[in-house]
């Protein structure tokens, strides 16, 4: 995500315990949807399998539904929480619905039967939700409905129990693994699609399906699309009709750049196809899911978007306590395709410690973009130079390489850090220096 903030001062929280992701592993999505413009509503079913691969017995699981959290950047309003809940959701096999949790954006799914260690079960769900109009990554503006975050996702169990974070307006409370996805979706005519995914469109239904994905987002409106490929990855931008063509081939072209350059850097982007979807966001410039972005129609914001195809889609993290392993990356990898501000100072501002949780920059977020965009770019710049830039491209390389759609910790890129560094180089002074924990 492409956030806005400028500094305030910030006290700041320790750092988590290294968490260890425990349940589930590699969830399997079977997926029916249905939009209504007349009624700005999503609706549909989910069938969502998944294995045990703790250590005990599970007798229950959590799914994650957000628009009840929802609101606008910059207020405090339009969070409907359990008064007045935008979404509903009913379970309708394998277990039943229990207790609701974070303003009902959390579901406690109580199973029909525990499930053993290695065993593997699934649950049925049912679910509709409000689309509001408003500018933002789930709303509807001008010819686009964003439906960012609109499905239910299984939630994380890890050392520290159930990630049930409250909802994040200036960041991501998005902590998911990967999982398939095997979706159809119906649609007006004369609507377009764009998803999480590549697929095809028959009497109106588009049946869409996608492996290693951590959710799944979507895009519908009076669109035109434009379709390259580069690498063998089908990219397509789709715009409000009428878009000039000169925006459209810059963002096409921004696009593939961004796609190319990361690739050549970490590895394959490793899907089908890429869209990209352009709208008019003034509380931010856009926002990442897999396989799918939302942005603004200009090169920063475009080639950010992309990069979070590699850390956040590829190396995925728990994105309200490490908002940094993927923004911070993101902002870093931006530059290499269009050079921003440079790094004046080799600190990260002392405004929060880099390694803060969404806790502390949803309470404070003028410094949220200050210390986790600018401060962890630049920490990472300043990385860059003690290592070499010949050896970070491959240390980062080989971070890629071992966490692919998996989940990384600060922890696990401190370690990493240590093992790589020359003796020449100090890793507790750059630790000390980018706000990050030495311990």
């Known amino acids: 995500m492409i956030a806005a903030g400028l500094a305030a001062l910030v006290a700041t929280v320790p750092a988590p315990a290294v968490p260890v992701v ?8 079977a997926l029916t949807l249905r939009w209504s413009p ?22 229950a699981v959590w799914l994650r539904y957000w628009p009840n959290g929802w609101h606008p950047v910059g207020t405090t309003h339009g969070a409907t929480g359990c008064t007045r809940p935008r979404a509903w959701l009913r379970v309708t096999g394998g277990g039943t619905l229990g207790k609701r949790a974070a303003s009902c954006t959390a579901f406690r799914v109580d199973l029909a039967a525990p499930v053993t260690p290695g065993g593997e079960t699934t649950i049925g769900v049912t679910f509709a939700t409000r689309v509001p109009h408003a500018d933002d990554r789930f709303g509807t503006s001008g010819a686009i409905t964003f439906l960012g975050n609109a499905v239910p996702v299984l939630a994380v169990r890890d050392d520290r ?15 998911t693994v990967a999982a398939s996805w095997d979706a159809r979706i119906a649609l007006p005519a004369g609507v377009t699609l764009a998803s999480t995914g590549a697929g095809t469109r028959h009497r109106g239904v588009w049946h869409v399906k996608a492996t290693n994905a951590r959710d799944f987002a979507l895009a519908v409106g009076n669109l035109q699309v434009d379709t390259s490929t580069v690498d063998g990855v089908r990219v397509r931008v789709l715009t409000p009709r009428g878009t000039a063509i000169g925006i459209r081939r810059h963002v096409a072209a921004w696009t593939r750049t961004a796609l190319q350059t990361y690739a050549a ?21 856009g926002m990442e899911y897999p396989e799918v972005v939302f942005t603004d129609p200009f090169e920063q914001p475009v080639v950010h978007e992309v990069a979070h195809q590699w850390f956040y889609r590829i190396v995925g993290n728990d994105q309200w306590t490490d908002p940094w392993l993927d923004e911070s990356f993101a902002s870093y990898a931006e530059r290499l395709v269009a050079p ?22 949803d309470a404070r977020p003028a410094a949220y973009y200050a210390v986790v965009y600018l401060g962890g770019a630049c920490a990472l710049e300043t990385l860059e130079r003690g290592l070499g830039k010949q050896a970070f491209s491959a240390f980062l390389r080989r971070w890629v390489v071992d966490h692919r759609f998996g989940i990384a910790t600060t922890a696990d890129f401190i370690a990493a850090v240590r093992v790589t560094a020359p003796s020449s180089f100090s890793v507790d002074g750059w630790l000390a220096d980018s706000r990050l924990p030495t311990g």
């Open 340 to 361: 921003g501000a440079t790094c004046s100072t080799p600190s990260v501002p002392a405004l929060a410690r880099l390694s803060d949780s969404m806790a502390v920059f």
């Open 22 to 29: 425990r349940v589930p592993t590699m969830p399997r999505y």
């Open 161 to 175: 129990g159930w990630q049930l974070p409250a909802y994040s307006a200036y960041g991501e409370s998005f902590f």
């Open 38 to 59: 007349a009624r700005a509503t999503l609706s549909g079913s989910e069938r969502i399998t998944f294995r045990n691969n703790g250590a005990t017995p599970l007798s």
């Open 265 to 285: 850097r970490w590895g394959p982007y490793g899907a089908a196809e890429l869209d990209v979807v352009t709208g008019a966001f003034t509380a931010f410039g």
